[in-house]
């Protein structure tokens, strides 16, 4: 049975009430009217009802009431309203895990054969093209980009003022060339100079020795008194006269024999003249050679800056060349250089041709960090130290680098090296399958 109270409190809420002549009341015509106090008597209805459904026909209280609900009993309905739910997503599920695991340790296995790095960049010895010598520009055989063979012209010089210098030069080696006959020349008429004055130091010992017999036999005659005095004095007089003209022979072949030993340093000083004559046609000849620019190897020209009519100073840049050999410059950590080692294979990504996969290989790994060569090392024994790990620079050489698109340096490239050339879990699996 209903208490009085919540019998009237539930026939308050299922039959609202209209009391007419309320000064807060609505119009006659409204029948909407809710009395104070409605919104509360709606929210406390249900509870009401089940309570009075409770007292009008009780229940018997069932089987189970009383007993204590074992732990898990819920958590075990919940599993097998699941299963009974999803069945197929309860098989496939741990499939699923189970290939997630194998994947993920087959990718691992995969993963650690490699080393990479976003830190690499296209390397080369780029230079400037700049001429020797000064001149006036006037032609411009090749233009921005363009690819050149070894040898071919970059750029020319007006080589006029070139060409009379070397003409010049060429005369001077002339000079000095006949300079040199000249004294060949002067040594030859000396040679026989020399022979004419041996030949009259000859004759002088011939009548020499004549005037000594001579001047002896009569001497004797003279002695023995078959001979006068005056013969005797005479011969003998004559003996001094040959013994004379032979030391003025043999001094005048002395004196031949010591002017050819002046032409011979003579000969010497022209031969040096013509060296130094040489010397200077052959600078005039690199001169003129110099006004021609070539390109010393294949290569391409990149920002061009000469134009024809320009006065060109030796040393100024007239345009930047980039050889064909080309590599990769990868900044690896040096937690990543344990088994890395020169020939290791590399596979190379470039960022501006994404689609080409470029073979390549490990030249060299540097002797040294990055930072240890740079225009400020660091000063580690300085102030509070903070271990970074460091870059070290290594050498990546492209096996088969592409002819078809331009490469030069500074271009970004995405390197991945094989460190462990064992096959890897994943490799296994697709060799067999």
Do not use: C
């Not at 097998?80 to 087959?106: E, N, Q, S, T």
């Not at 690819?147 to 003022?161: E, F, L, N, S």
């Not at 096996?399 to 331009?406: K, Q």
């Not at 500074?410 to 067999?432: A, D, F, K, W």
Request: aromatic content about 6%; overall charge negative.
């Amino acid at each position: 049975m209903l208490k009085g109270n919540d019998e009237q409190a539930l026939q308050e809420v299922e039959s609202p009430q209209f009391v007419p002549g309320s000064p807060d009341g609505p119009a006659d015509n409204d029948l909407t009217y809710n009395p104070p106090g409605k919104e509360k008597l709606e929210a406390e209805a249900p509870s009401r009802q089940r309570s009075a459904r409770e007292v009008q026909s009780p229940e018997l209280p069932s089987e189970t009431e009383g007993k204590p609900t074992p732990p898990g009993a819920s958590s075990v309905e919940s599993r097998k309203g699941l299963r009974r739910r999803h069945p197929i997503a309860v098989v496939i599920g741990p499939v699923l895990f189970v290939l997630a695991l194998a994947g993920g340790y087959a990718y691992w296995s995969y993963a650690s054969h490699f080393e990479s790095t976003d830190d690499a960049f296209i390397a080369a010895r780029q230079s400037s093209l700049a001429p020797k010598v000064s001149g006036y520009l006037n032609a411009i055989p090749v233009t921005d980009n363009e690819h050149v063979k070894a040898g071919d012209v970059i750029a020319r010089i007006d080589d006029r003022d070139y060409r009379v210098a070397l003409a010049q030069a060429e005369a001077q080696v002339a000079a000095a060339q006949a300079s040199i006959e000249n004294i060949d020349a002067q040594l030859d008429v000396q040679q026989a100079q020399i022979a004419a004055n041996q030949a009259q130091v000859d004759q002088a010992q011939a009548a020499l020795v004549f005037a000594e017999q001579q001047a002896a036999r009569y001497e004797h005659l003279e002695q023995t008194g078959y001979g006068t005095v005056q013969n005797s004095q005479q011969y003998t007089s004559q003996l001094h006269q040959q013994q004379a003209a032979l030391a003025s022979a043999q001094a005048t072949l002395k004196l031949a024999q010591r002017q050819v030993e002046a032409l011979k340093a003579q000969r010497n000083s022209a031969v040096a003249s013509l060296a130094q004559a040489q010397a200077q046609r052959d600078q005039a000849q690199l001169n003129l050679s110099y006004t021609t620019v070539t390109a010393a190897q294949p290569g391409r020209v990149v920002n061009l800056t000469a134009a024809v009519g320009q006065f060109a100073q030796p040393g100024t840049s007239l345009t930047m060349f980039v050889p064909d050999e080309i590599w990769v410059t990868a900044n690896f950590k040096e937690i990543q250089l344990d088994h890395m080692r020169p020939g290791d294979p590399a596979t190379l990504a470039i960022d501006a041709y994404p689609e080409r996969k470029i073979r390549g290989h490990v030249e060299s790994v540097q002797s040294g960090s990055g930072t240890a060569f740079s225009l400020l090392p660091a000063q580690n024994a300085t102030g509070n130290y903070v271990k970074i790990v460091q870059r070290v620079p290594v050498k990546l050489i492209m096996d088969n680098p592409p002819t078809d698109v331009a490469l030069g340096p500074g271009m970004s490239v995405v390197p991945t090296v094989r460190i462990n050339p064992m096959p890897s879990l994943y490799e296994q699996l697709r060799r067999h399958l």
